[in-house]
């Protein structure tokens, strides 16, 4: 199901991910820090997300409606109407954490793609970690990017 609702909600990039780009968004993804869209090739469609946030929220606030109907239909109207007003102020809040869920979620599915291809024999799971070590001393030691995917490999066969 999450994986037709990412495949609804962003275009992606057919231009493969670039190595560097690919290191840098692994210490970012493994730091829980927001990864580049841009710099993954991929893009959030706002509209086609609002469409998937209505219809998951409207799978809880349709029965929950029905239930504070018949309650708040006994209470005054001043009270209906303020509750209405923070219970809509607090599903367009949650939309900001749906789109940044969803974000991370394809951040980590286009970075696990990448890995296939640039580290084929290192599981993603396994290595992330390790590849995110070596990368910061590559960084440290100021290697050149046409050198980097070798330092890497070099370091992963030493250790």
């Known amino acids: 199901m999450l994986e037709k609702i990412l495949d609804f909600c962003f275009s992606v990039s057919k231009q493969p991910v670039l190595l ?15 990864v580049d869209a841009a710099k993954l090739g991929f893009r959030l469609s706002i509209g086609k997300a609002y469409i998937v946030y209505i219809m ?56 696990r793609k990448a890995w296939e291809i640039h580290f084929p024999y290192f599981p993603y799971d396994e290595y992330r970690f390790k590849i995110e070590e070596i990368f910061h001393r ?18 992963l066969v030493q250790s």
């Open 20 to 34: 560097k780009d690919l290191l840098v968004a692994n210490v970012q993804h493994n730091e829980k820090m927001h």
């Open 56 to 111: 998951l929220v409207s799978i809880f606030v349709i029965p929950l409606a029905l239930v504070a109907h018949t309650i708040f239909a006994k209470i005054d109207a001043h009270a209906s109407i303020l509750v209405s007003i923070i219970f809509t102020a607090i599903i367009f809040i949650w939309f900001n954490f749906f789109r940044i869920w969803i974000k991370d979620k394809m951040a980590n599915k286009v970075i």
């Open 138 to 155: 590559a960084m440290k030691d100021e290697i050149p990017k046409k050198d980097l995917e070798r330092y890497i490999l070099d370091n």
